[in-house]
């Protein structure tokens, strides 16, 4: 999936782009950060906004975002959350404020350059993907706390879900509206977009381009080496949803089904050694296996089925975000950055 060679750049007006910036407790990073998007897509050849979601900082990172919004312009939007509700909430909530045909994300530390966004763009619709993720090819990060896991954890995400691709963890990501906006983040999902993405569009549509990668120079970082953990509990969530979140009475009705037939088979078994052998089974440890296959077996049916009934309850209904929002620029007021 990776590309190594530009694609060829035309001269058209490009699609409209939504940059959207998740941040939290980087004061110091605020008018670095802008500065350098306002710099990176200085010459993008169409209309583009800059959405920046403060997810309930305590070091005044929202109120210096609203303060910069107020001088550069309307095409840059604050979001402020109420409190701190994680990455992907706030990634969720610019989503659902951009207007953009394209949306780029990238982390509001500076690790993330800007300036790849308009020729992720040119790839992206160059090689005709909903979806093109950045690869930190040379990462600048620690090698035990942050690179060895990072390896182990997208080898495992690759091979479990079967969408191939070096580095998850990139927040630099160009998408495509319509198609990103199908999918309804929550809980710390923000690491497998790729995979939940690819339950709404072909694995094909979704590639890799080498990116820019920085030391951070301000601040530290959110993420340690507990992350690994939670990754291997996403990961689980993750191959449930994607192979099973339409039709959950499938996962537990082939459990159910298996542990019926086992515990059948032991129980026909018994039944021919007490009626044909004449033998006495009552303390036999089979007979307590077979019965505790068999009520596993009717347990993991009916769960099944009460799956069944809470997912389509689920997909008839109208969603909810998971996130609250405290303070956002007027919509009505939004404008565009044009070159």
């Known amino acids: 999936m990776t590309a190594n060679a530009n694609p060829h750049v035309s001269s058209a007006r490009q699609p409209s782009l939504s940059v959207v910036i998740p941040m939290y407790q980087e004061i110091e990073s605020v008018d670095p950060m802008v500065e350098r998007v306002h710099d990176g897509l200085a010459d993008y050849r169409g209309d ?27 095409h840059m939007r604050v979001i402020c959350l109420r409190r701190n509700f994680g990455q992907t909430a706030a990634m969720q909530a610019g989503f659902d404020a951009a207007r953009g045909e394209l949306i780029a994300t990238l982390d509001g530390d500076l690790q993330n350059d800007p300036a790849d966004i308009p020729r992720m763009v040119d790839e992206l619709l160059a090689r005709d993907l909903d979806l093109l993720q950045g690869w930190r090819r040379r990462r600048q990060d620690d090698l035990v706390m942050r690179k060895i896991p990072s390896r182990i954890a997208n ?61 951070r120079q301000f601040g530290t970082s959110k993420y340690g080496i507990s992350r690994t953990f939670r990754v291997l509990l996403d990961l689980l969530a993750a191959f449930f949803f994607l192979r099973f979140g339409s039709r959950p009475g499938h996962f537990f009705g082939s459990i159910g089904i298996l542990f019926g037939v086992l515990g059948g088979l032991m129980m026909t078994h018994l039944l021919v050694v007490k009626f044909v052998l004449g033998e006495d089974i009552g303390n036999r440890p089979l007979l307590f296996v077979s ?49």
């Open 48 to 74: 583009w906004e800059l959405i920046c979601v403060d997810d309930g900082s305590r070091d005044g990172t929202g109120q210096r975002l609203r303060e910069i919004a107020a001088r550069v312009g309307p």
């Open 155 to 215: 080898a495992m995400i690759g091979k479990v879900t079967g969408v191939a691709l070096h580095d998850y963890g990139c927040s630099l990501k160009v998408y495509r509206a319509e198609v990103i906006k199908e999918v309804t983040l929550l809980g710390e999902m923000h690491r497998f977009i790729p995979v939940w993405v690819a339950g709404v569009t072909a694995p094909q549509r979704i590639g890799e381009t080498e990116v820019t990668h920085q030391a």
């Open 291 to 339: 019965i505790l296959l068999l009520v596993a077996s009717v347990q993991l049916l009916t769960t099944g089925v009460l799956a069944e009934l809470l997912t389509r309850t689920f997909y008839a209904s109208g969603e909810r975000t998971h996130h609250r929002i405290r303070w956002a620029s007027d919509p009505e007021t939004a404008g565009w950055r044009s070159s």
